[in-house]
Antibody, heavy 120, light 108 residues
């Protein structure tokens, strides 16, 4: 069964850092690009970041560029999101999602998500 | 930046057909993916590459894409179809995934 399990969310003060992890199983991890997508309370989906199968292309939404960093460990089947200089507007449910391609196209599997709350 | 426009809400009676639209400049030249998100759940893809349906998704779900509009059509609507629906494309010119604002479908 294809599965994505996020972890690392929690309550964090503004300007602090947090690292999200996503454990992948049930598919050949290094055959696919991966993404982070977030959803603020009561709002729609917002794409955050994507990384191709070999980390050759890494892209970010303007709202997080320079503050967030995505990476992957294909040996361990893990995706990460390092979030620095967190702001109140980063408060959201964060989903890890698998692309259906090596590069960027569309998302075919989503994790259940992890909550990030940025508040003093 | 590329913008996808969805109507905020649509209401449909059980057994009827729902059409959820996603507008974008020359969206017909892009591949559109549709996601269903039921309350409290993670999104699930219901249509990919404009009109392909993943295994496990009922044939009642179909998609089309042409010109400046993509459409998700749900035939013989059931109560369990009540959810938020999002369209998504890959914007190659700006190297980012783009989501529409979402349409909340209510089954009357």
């Amino acid at each position: 069964e294809v599965q994505l399990v996020e972890s690392g969310g929690g309550l964090v003060q503004p300007d602090r850092s947090l690292r999200l992890s996503c454990a992948a199983s049930g598919f050949t991890f290094d055959d696919y690009a991966m993404h982070w997508v977030r959803q603020a309370p009561g709002k729609g989906l917002e794409w955050v970041s994507g990384i191709t199968w070999n980390s050759g292309d890494i892209i970010y939404a303007d709202s997080v560029k320079g503050r967030f960093s995505v990476s992957r460990d294909n040996a361990k089947n893990f995706l990460y999101l390092q979030m620095n200089s967190l702001r109140a507007e980063d408060t959201a449910f964060y989903y890890c999602a698998k692309d259906r391609e090596l590069v960027f196209a569309g998302l075919d599997v989503w994790g259940q998500g992890t909550t990030v709350i940025v508040s003093s | 930046s590329y913008v996808l426009t969805q109507s905020p809400s649509v209401s449909v009676a059980p057994g009827k057909t729902a059409r959820i639209t996603c507008g974008g400049n020359n969206i017909g030249s892009k591949s559109v993916h549709w996601y269903q998100q039921r309350p409290g759940q993670a999104p699930v893809v219901v249509i990919y590459y404009d009109s392909d349906r993943p295994s496990g998704i009922p044939e009642r779900f179909s998609g089309s894409n042409s010109g400046n509009m993509a459409t998700l059509t749900i035939s013989r609507v059931e109560a369990g179809d009540e959810a938020d629906y999002y369209c998504q494309v890959w914007d190659s010119s700006r190297a980012r995934l783009v989501f529409g604002g979402g349409t909340k479908m209510t089954v009357l």
